[in-house]
């Protein structure tokens, strides 16, 4: 499983927003168990898309000199029992951000119906990285070109 | 991926509490990605395995008329990494004083008795009939049980 929960970033703006899009199939390996008779996009994964792409936000900002793990989410809301099928758009903004760690909030939507909304989120940021693997990450992940 | 986050249940008691496990695996798929040569279990999947541990707990309550869908998180707050080799602790507990169409629990996860997650969330809860074989899942309770 390629735990990864974006498809392409379709918009960056550093120290400000993201926005990226994932779409949600059938043969998503996380539908093995969720469930046998209807299939169901957790909602702990849309959690996580929202997480990762304001992370790479965070991570861009600071020109890649750090990575940032989430350390704590309040007044999230997600829908729960949504058929795949669908192709959602991430949005991702940061309230602050010092060197320590960053505050920002997330959502997503498709079309114009939010499915998921997470109003408070922490990233502890850390400074052990090597720069030039983590532009080369993003830049496969997202499809933008940073060099 | 199967995605089942939780491999033995040791103890609960109807519409209170039960505890459970979950054994991290070098040989986890997730793992590849969450990250590239720094395997750390996701912070959301350690979220959803109490949220499967309350599904079992409303399985078990409603003798598997039941199951529980997470869609609201209050505060979660990540304390520390779990790793490959490690087993993880659940604990979760029905807030007492809630109401029957709005239960909030509160979830933990601890690693050598050190906590990793705090979670506050509530959900709803659906027929488990439509969406697995109720049956099918009371044996595999059973197993999860070791009754």
Sequence with gaps: ?????????????KGKSITGVKSFSLSEEFL??????????????MIEAMA???????IYSHDFRLTAIMSL???????????????????????????????GM?????????????????????????PEELIKRFEYYSGWKIQ | MRY??????TDWKADEVIRGMKNVAMSEDFLEFHFPKNPIMPGVLLLEAIAQLTGWLVAASSDFKDWFLITKVH????????????RVEFEVKLIPGTEKDK???????????????????????ISFEEIEDANEQKRFFKLLTRE
């Excluded at chain 1, 991702?92 to 505050?103: A, H, M, N």
Aim: overall charge neutral; some cysteine.
């Design chain 2, 75 to 86: 505060k979660c707050k990540f304390y520390g990494f779990a790793f490959p080799g490690d």
């Design chain 1, 106 to 130: 997330a959502s997503i939507c498709v079309e114009d119906k939010c499915i998921a909304s997470l109003n408070r989120i922490i990233y502890s940021h850390f400074h052990d990285v090597q």
């Design chain 2, 4 to 9: 089942l986050l939780i491999d033995r249940i």
């Design chain 1, 52 to 58: 990762q792409l304001l992370g790479w936000l965070i």
């Design chain 1, 32 to 45: 093995r168990g969720h469930y046998s008779k209807i299939a169901m996009v957790p909602g702990v994964i």
């Design chain 1, 73 to 103: 989410i309040e007044d999230v809301t997600v829908i729960s029992n949504l058929r795949p099928g669908f192709r959602a758009e991430i949005r991702g903004e940061i309230v602050s951000t010092s060197r320590r760690d960053s505050l």
């Design chain 2, 103 to 125: 239960i909030i629990y509160s979830g933990i996860g601890m690693v050598d008795g050190k906590k990793k997650i705090v979670a506050e969330f509530e959900g709803e809860t």
């Design chain 1, 1 to 13: 499983m390629r735990f990864l929960f974006y498809d392409a970033v379709t918009n960056i703006e």
